[in-house]
């Protein structure tokens, strides 16, 4: 079992190795990854040993090979379907972002052309049955039927607190299995379903040190 | 100079000797902060050298005292006040989350108390000379007034992408000492004005992982 904190800086590890990539670099050594990253070089060479051999210590890291090893971990080329539960201010926003931002000019950003939202979810009967750039808006209690049509593997929370668990629990039950939660509330899921929460107030706390 | 990538991790010690502090622990190890936060004590360690002092190592830090030292470093016991720019979906989602969510129930979430959202700015002119829940919504050409009327030390920009470096420019010329950026842009400001970029495809990719 790898620990989930590895598996979330993965990411950050590919965005460095692409960039080294486009640099044309050959080999990278654990040290310019850890630059990159922010991290010492003896815990980039840790989280790389629980993926198994990425490529000679000596001198460093291939970095044709680590990108692809990378991709083939985190399934870049894999169509992964994504599901929003919540089409509120933020849904909108995530929804927005996700669907209009892999056309942005800048390869950095913009989201992985493999993770496609392929639909929302709601409880307003103003917006349910309504579409956002080709989107469908099912009602919430559609969740487990749509999650199955549309193979959804990841679930996007977007609701007010009080209905998160809730939510949380119809997708475990319909196989979801992994959810990125926005709702302040930790969620009780099965330990097969993998939950990430993200807080926009952790960076706003590390941005306050500079405010000397 | 303490590297960013360092200070970004800051309140997430802070929330592990918080939790600490919950459990009544005198003591507290760098491995125990280390498994609570996923990094090797050695990083836990080098981390803290930025800071001087924190503790005796042969038996760990005091929690008390680690709390307190952290809370000083994130300045928590500060009001610092925070301009938002851009009040469109994401814009009107961070501040119904910073304005209202400190009333959650969970000390784990919630907004820190002293991080109050005091202005808002946009271009809409629906939306200008309005207020939400008491905070005023301003044009954005009034940024520089307002920013000195109000103090205002961090700026979150919520704008589209092709305005994101306009707004960071006024921003600079302004005063504003951090930003917390959510357009895909990479920002063009002068060293001494430090931006963090937040980007939430990381999680998503980050979530493959677990769709096997
Ligand atoms: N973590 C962060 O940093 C952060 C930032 C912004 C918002 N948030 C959180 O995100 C959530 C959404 O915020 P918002 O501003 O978009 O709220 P909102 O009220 O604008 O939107 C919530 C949407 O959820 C829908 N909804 C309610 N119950 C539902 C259910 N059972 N199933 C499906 N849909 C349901 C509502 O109809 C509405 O459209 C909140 O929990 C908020 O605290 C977190
Ligand atoms: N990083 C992420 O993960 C993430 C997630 C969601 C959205 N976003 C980004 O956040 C930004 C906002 O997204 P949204 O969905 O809220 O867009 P939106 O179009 O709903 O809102 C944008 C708002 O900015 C205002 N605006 C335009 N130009 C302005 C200017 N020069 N000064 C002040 N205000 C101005 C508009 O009037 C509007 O109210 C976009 O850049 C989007 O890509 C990023």
Redesign the pocket.
């Known amino acids: 079992r790898i620990p989930d904190v590895v598996v979330r800086r993965m990411p950050l590890y590919l965005r460095a190795v692409e960039d080294f990539a486009r640099r044309e670099h050959e080999v990278v050594s654990s040290q310019e990854l850890g630059d990159w990253t922010g991290l010492t070089p003896a815990q980039v060479r840790k989280d790389f040993t629980f993926f198994g051999e990425f490529g000679k210590q000596g001198i460093g890291y291939n970095v044709k090979f680590l990108r692809q090893q990378l991709r083939e971990i985190l399934r870049i080329s894999e169509n992964v379907h994504v599901g929003l ?7 909108r926003a995530l929804a927005h972002y996700l669907i209009d931002s892999h056309v942005t000019d800048n390869p950095e950003f913009g989201s992985p052309d493999k993770l496609r939202v392929t639909a929302a ?4 009967e103003s917006i349910v049955g309504t579409d956002y750039r080709g989107m469908p808006i099912f009602h ?1 209690d559609r969740l487990s039927e749509i999650v199955h049509e549309h193979g959804i593997k990841i679930i996007v929370i ?4 009080r ?2 668990q ?2 949380a629990t119809k997708c475990a039950e319909a196989g979801v299995k992994a959810i990125l939660n ?3 509330v930790t969620l009780n899921v099965p330990d097969e379903v993998k939950v990430h929460h ?4 952790l960076e706003l706390q590390s941005l306050a040190f500079y405010t000397a």
Chains 1, 2 share one sequence.
């Open positions: 539960v919540g089409f509120g201010n933020l849904g979810f709601d409880v307003d919430v977007a609701v007010p607190a209905h998160a809730a939510v926005f709702a302040p993200t807080d926009l107030t």
